[in-house]
């Protein structure tokens, strides 16, 4: 059957809009649209954030990531958030049981395979997948023009294909493990080749975790990614070497992802200083997507921050630090919200529009945080002391003066104590922290069942739950039968 490439008819119609009338008048039909170096770069310089005067749904929406990264259903699930904009007394004693109870309840009797009938994460990172990646990988040895650029843009294609299958295979299949990975159900890898129509195999979580990592070794043999990013939302070296550090964590490589992190940091270190945000600095407190330090690829579910939704009890009570600048001093939160809106008393809601957090891309961080992982269980002393300075730097410029103090520990499993503490509040409001705790929940040594108290009722989410596998939507499995679901 004849294999279709992707990017012909759909990359014309739904990301080079501006564009389109110059193809299709001087473009024989039936023949491939992305002839030129430069035709590729426009559907690399896609939108991976919301954006809010393109109406949902509609053809314009195709050119934005839309709703795929704000991650409201997982931060539920871990007991980060409350659901977005709900009373939860509502969403726990509403006759019908809806999604959003079943994340909050940690209820595994429910069969929420009814219940998601579509899901923007899983249909928004296969059309970036398949629209994006797939169009540039498969038209760039074509392409006419400078080649050079057309290797920048084919590895950066690489790296996205990689970095979104990785949150798919994390989001809708088991962690990875060494001991079950070849086995376990995982995702449809999908590539440029892939034939349209046809249903999409499932690959295993070990088949899915090999083309990723292929993806991010082929891009890096090309040798062209630049240092300094196009744009915050387009990959550079930085980004693809941070990627190929997460993939390496997860799957237990701790000497090739702490190489991996270093070479990212070796690119940029920054860690942003939150003390100087007034009051007790003079900074404005604010932080514009296109404009900060630590990122490395920016991806998010709003560009004015996390506005309206509400950290849980538990965040607030035993993760924020005493002295954290943002939850004490700039106060972003407004503390009756969560009362008046949420219906749990004591509960903050963040009133802020201008903190922007990059909800499903990389920072400087997440390859600071995987290197201290990685040197914390890769002891001696001396590397346990490297990752204690790690997390000690950044919990320095998180914290006020006054109320920071440098920690030690002795032993990997302290200091990964201190890292899992410091990552929960690094991470707020992206999907990290739903990855990172479901990774380590396939380790004895630092599984953990995450309790809740809503309004005084308390529920448990235990590390062997079904719940961490989300399901995959009913729009995907009545079109792909070999989509079982993996839970």
């Given at each position: 059957?004849?294999?279709?490439?992707?990017?012909?008819?759909?990359?014309?119609?739904?990301?080079?809009?501006?564009?389109?009338?110059?193809?299709?008048?001087?473009?024989?039909?039936?023949?491939?649209l992305l002839q030129n170096v430069s035709d590729l770069?426009?559907?690399?310089?896609?939108?991976?954030?919301?954006?809010?005067?393109?109406?949902?749904?509609?053809?314009?929406?195709?050119?934005?990531?839309?709703?795929?990264?704000?991650?409201?259903?997982?931060?539920?699930?871990?007991?980060?958030?409350?659901?977005?904009?709900?009373?939860?007394?509502?969403?726990?004693?509403?006759?019908?049981?809806?999604?959003?109870?079943?994340?909050?309840?940690?209820?595994?009797?429910?069969?929420?395979?009814?219940?998601?009938?579509?899901?923007?994460?899983?249909?928004?990172?296969?059309?970036?997948?398949?629209?994006?990646?797939?169009?540039?990988?498969?038209?760039?040895?074509?392409?006419?023009?400078?080649?050079?650029?057309?290797?920048?843009?084919?590895?950066?294609?690489?790296?996205?294909?990689?970095?979104?299958?990785?949150?798919?295979?994390?989001?809708?299949?088991?962690?990875?493990?060494?001991?079950?990975?070849?086995?376990?159900?995982?995702?449809?890898?999908?590539?440029?080749?892939?034939?349209?129509?046809?249903?999409?195999?499932?690959?295993?979580?070990?088949?899915?975790?090999?083309?990723?990592?292929?993806?991010?070794?082929?891009?890096?043999?090309?040798?062209?990614?630049?240092?300094?990013?196009?744009?915050?939302?387009?990959?550079?070296?930085?980004?693809?070497?941070?990627?190929?550090?997460?993939?390496?964590?997860?799957?237990?490589?701790?000497?090739?992802?702490?190489?991996?992190?270093?070479?990212?940091?070796?690119?940029?270190?920054?860690?942003?200083?939150?003390?100087?945000?007034?009051?007790?600095?003079?900074?404005?407190?604010?932080?514009?997507?296109?404009?900060?330090?630590?990122?490395?690829?920016?991806?998010?579910?709003?560009?004015?921050?996390?506005?309206?939704?509400?950290?849980?009890?538990?965040?607030?009570?035993?993760?924020?630090?005493?002295?954290?600048?943002?939850?004490?001093?700039?106060?972003?939160?407004?503390?009756?919200?969560?009362?008046?809106?949420?219906?749990?008393?004591?509960?903050?809601?963040?009133?802020?529009?201008?903190?922007?957090?990059?909800?499903?891309?990389?920072?400087?961080?997440?390859?600071?945080?995987v290197k201290a992982e990685c040197l914390a269980r890769?002891?001696?002393?001396?590397?346990?002391?490297?990752?204690?300075?790690?997390?000690?730097?950044?919990?320095?410029?998180?914290?006020?003066?006054?109320?920071?103090?440098?920690?030690?520990?002795?032993?990997?499993?302290?200091?990964?104590?201190?890292?899992?503490?410091?990552?929960?509040?690094?991470?707020?409001?992206?999907?990290?922290?739903?990855?990172?705790?479901?990774?380590?929940?396939?380790?004895?040594?630092?599984?953990?069942?995450?309790?809740?108290?809503?309004?005084?009722?308390?529920?448990?989410?235990?590390?062997?739950?079904?719940?961490?596998?989300?399901?995959?939507?009913?729009?995907?499995?009545?079109?792909?039968?070999?989509?079982?679901?993996?839970?």
């Open positions: 059957m004849k294999k279709i490439l992707y990017g012909i008819l759909t990359i014309v119609l739904l990301f080079l809009l501006p564009s389109c009338e110059k193809f299709t008048d001087i473009t024989p039909k039936g023949k491939n770069e426009s559907v690399l310089n896609f939108n991976f954030t919301l954006n809010g005067s393109v109406q949902v749904g509609s053809a314009a929406a195709k050119t934005t990531a839309e709703d795929a990264f704000a991650f409201d259903d997982v931060n539920v699930l871990i007991d980060d958030t409350y659901p977005y904009l709900q009373n939860v007394s509502t969403v726990i004693n509403a006759p019908t049981k809806t999604l959003d109870f079943t994340l909050l309840t940690s209820n595994e009797t429910i069969d929420r395979k009814t219940l998601a009938v579509t899901d923007i994460k899983y249909s928004k990172l296969y059309f970036i997948i398949n629209n994006v990646a797939n169009a540039v990988i498969s038209n760039a040895d074509n392409a006419v023009g400078d080649r050079s650029k057309a290797n920048q843009f084919k590895a950066e294609a690489y790296i996205l294909r990689a970095y979104f299958h990785y949150m798919l295979v994390n989001f809708y299949a088991k962690a990875y493990n060494p001991a079950t990975a070849s086995t376990d159900g995982g995702i449809p890898y999908v590539k440029e080749d892939n034939i349209i129509s046809e249903a999409n195999v499932k690959s295993t979580v070990a088949e899915v975790y090999t083309n990723i990592v292929a993806d991010i070794d082929a891009a890096l043999q090309l040798n062209s990614l630049p240092k300094t990013n196009v744009n915050s939302m387009r990959v550079g070296l930085g980004f693809a070497y941070a990627v190929k550090a997460k993939v390496l964590l997860s799957m237990r490589k701790y000497e090739d992802a702490l190489a991996a992190a270093n070479l990212s940091l070796g690119i940029n270190n920054t860690i942003e200083d939150h003390r100087t945000y007034a009051p007790v600095g003079t900074v404005p407190f604010s932080k514009v997507p296109t404009a900060v330090g630590e990122n490395l690829f920016y991806a998010s579910g709003a560009t004015s921050g996390p506005s309206f939704r509400a950290i849980s009890l538990e965040i607030t009570n035993n993760y924020y630090e005493p002295g954290n600048m943002i939850n004490k001093y700039v106060q972003p939160y407004y503390p009756g919200g969560g009362a008046a809106i949420y219906g749990v008393s004591g509960a903050q809601v963040w009133l802020s529009f201008v903190y922007a957090i990059n909800s499903g891309g990389l920072t400087s961080i997440d390859s600071y945080l890769t002891g001696p002393q001396q590397n346990i002391n490297s990752a204690m300075d790690i997390i000690n730097s950044i919990r320095q410029k998180r914290n006020h003066p006054t109320g920071y103090t440098a920690l030690t520990a002795t032993t990997e499993q302290q200091a990964m104590v201190y890292l899992k503490k410091l990552s929960r509040t690094e991470f707020l409001y992206t999907f990290k922290n739903y990855l990172n705790i479901k990774r380590w929940n396939t380790e004895d040594a630092y599984k953990e069942t995450i309790g809740k108290t809503i309004n005084g009722v308390s529920y448990q989410l235990k590390p062997e739950s079904p719940l961490w596998i989300f399901p995959f939507p009913q729009n995907a499995t009545s079109y792909n039968p070999n989509l079982t679901q993996n839970y």
